[in-house]
């Protein structure tokens, strides 16, 4: 799936930038708007030109595209290990509050534009169902973006896949329907964008617009074909889903968590991977307002029995890299403040020591890795 | 045939409502669920207890510092060799009368008010008050701005100035929050009694713990018998915490 959408947008980018500069050949001179590299840099990163054209349109692209950056920045922690980059990985944690707020700039560039489209009539008139499906789409994959990042997923074994995507060492992807629904719409995005005019990123090669009626003909054939594109992307996941819920109820429910907090060593090592943050904020709310303490109810009981012996021997704290929670924590590069206050080192003898969930989740889906359908 | 077609109406209504549950339980899972385990979890606990401490400061010896030193073993509270900025959660006062000379020395700590001041400012509800009385500050949402510090009559709260490491498992502190007297509460809910009460019945016994509302207790059975009094009682915050012989 991923492959042909990165295909598709690759070889679109290619096909449609080399249109550009044939064309551009023909028609000299080159535009002449822009004066100097200053006015370029005015263009490309105040969108001067636009401003002076169209305010409302600027503000909200001004919004949209900043919004873009900052949410793309945040997804930068999905394509790096943290020992490629060495210190510089701390850019990318610094970049996860950045993405978090600054893609509510982009949801609200979306919606401006939609919103112009709809509500200015000139802008209205001359829209077709592809604008606003594209508008669509740009707004389904932050909205879903969030809700992903409120229900919590497993991050680690999302940067896996697409790791393991680049790397053609394919790994599952965690079957949260948010998550595949989020992704899917991405990829349709890809595969919908070099036939689409979202693509001005590579406008500096875009000729002087010529009008001229077999061009604009051309043109309103490709957003029809946009329309039906995203159309049928955005139709197919809902359709399966729709059929999914009627066929076995929703299934993805909250775990007991006292009944997790006992038995999770057995269970499913993928319900407490997701789910380890509620958990504890659940027990912090439990014991600080009601006083209800049980053996197992703190974090320093989990640490103490996910220990990890450093070169000496013993217990390695939070300020050691390969800390249990660290670990994941900075691959994911989630914030985690819990040890300013809480001791991170054993505090008992445990009574089991449990291996990485992780090693026993590669035993467990190892021979389902194989012939996973999502990919 | 009109029941019929009514019933496959309600119920095909009813699965769609179902359905439309069930999404919502997806997306608002995490808030819901704090929510709903935090509600039984109260209720097990809404039996009518207050908490309190009664100091016979006639029995208080004034050389004898056990219930300072053993509330600093409990919670690990060291010295960082700074006196102004280190951790003090409970601390011994003298008084001296200055008509008659007569001086009288007591521990005084977070006083666990039923009304008290600290809540009251607190700006994130970090600062809050136990169904059973005892007054504790949520560190979880603490921000540190010290409001309760100032507003406190009885200088009873501290501002964590240093680094911690190696906090004990019952009581986690970190630097940037504000921290008091917790009343032993991991002890308490454990059914045990304060440190500083333990350490003082070794001696002299000048420190009793117990349920104030529980009239059959050795603390209110103290407080009916006896002359007790609260510090600062003209500011009605109305201390769980009282004083004998003062």
Known sequence: ?375 | MTDSNDESLVSSRRGFLVGVAGFATLTLAPGVMLYARAETAGAAKAAKVRWGMLVDASQCEPGCNDCVTACNTEFGLVSHGRPTTDPQWIRKVTVTDPGSGRSQTFPVMCQHCADPPCVDVCPTNASFRREDGIVLINRHICVGCRYCEMACPYKARNFVHENITDQKVYAPRGKGTSEACTMCVHRVDAGGIPACVEACSKGRVAMLFGDLNDPNSAIAKRIAAYNTTQIRSDLRTDPGVRYQGL
């Open chain 1, 1 to 375: 799936m991923f492959y042909i959408a990165a295909s598709i947008l690759i070889l679109g980018l290619l096909a449609r930038v080399a249109v550009w500069v044939k064309r551009r050949r023909e028609i000299q001179p080159r535009r002449g708007d822009s004066q100097g590299a200053f006015g370029v840099v005015l263009d490309l990163v105040l969108f001067r030109g636009k401003f002076f054209d169209d305010r409302v349109s600027w503000i909200f692209s001004i919004l949209f595209h900043y919004g873009l950056m900052c949410i793309v920045l945040r997804h930068l922690r999905y394509a790096i290990e943290p020992e490629w980059v060495g210190p510089l990985w701390r850019l990318v944690i610094i970049a996860q509050p950045v993405g978090l707020y600054g893609g509510l700039l982009l949801i609200a560039g979306v919606a401006g534009f939609w919103a112009r489209r709809l509500l200015a009539p000139s802008v209205r008139a001359t829209s077709t169902l592809g604008d606003h499906a594209m508008l669509a789409l740009l707004l389904a994959i932050p909205v879903v973006g969030y809700f992903n990042a409120w229900v919590h997923t497993d991050l680690i074994a999302v940067k896996q896949f697409f790791l393991g995507l680049v790397s053609s060492k394919w790994q599952p992807l965690p079957a949260d329907p948010l998550l595949l629904l989020h992704l899917w719409l991405a990829a349709a995005l890809m595969m919908a964008l070099p036939f689409s005019k979202l693509l001005h990123l590579g406008g500096v090669f875009e000729p002087l617009p010529e009008g001229g009626a077999s061009r604009s003909n051309l043109r309103r054939i490709a957003r029809w074909g946009v329309a039906a594109l995203v159309g049928v992307t955005l139709l197919v996941p809902a359709a399966t889903g729709a059929l999914q819920v009627a066929a076995d109820g929703w299934t993805q429910t909250q775990p007991d968590f006292a009944k997790l907090a006992r038995a999770h060593k057995a269970a499913d090592p993928t319900v407490m991977i997701r789910n380890h943050p509620n958990f504890l904020m659940n027990y912090r709310a439990v014991v600080v307002y009601h006083g209800v303490r049980q053996e197992g109810d703190n974090i320093e009981k989990c640490v103490t029995c996910h220990v990890v012996k450093g070169a000496d021997g013993q217990p390695v704290g939070f300020e050691n890299p390969k800390h249990f929670c660290r670990d994941c924590h900075n691959k994911a590069a989630v914030s985690i403040d819990c040890f300013e206050c809480h001791n991170s080192n054993p505090t008992a003898a445990p009574k089991t020591t449990s291996i990485d969930p992780r090693q026993r989740l590669a035993v467990n889906t190892a021979d389902v890795a194989e012939g996973s359908a999502a990919r």
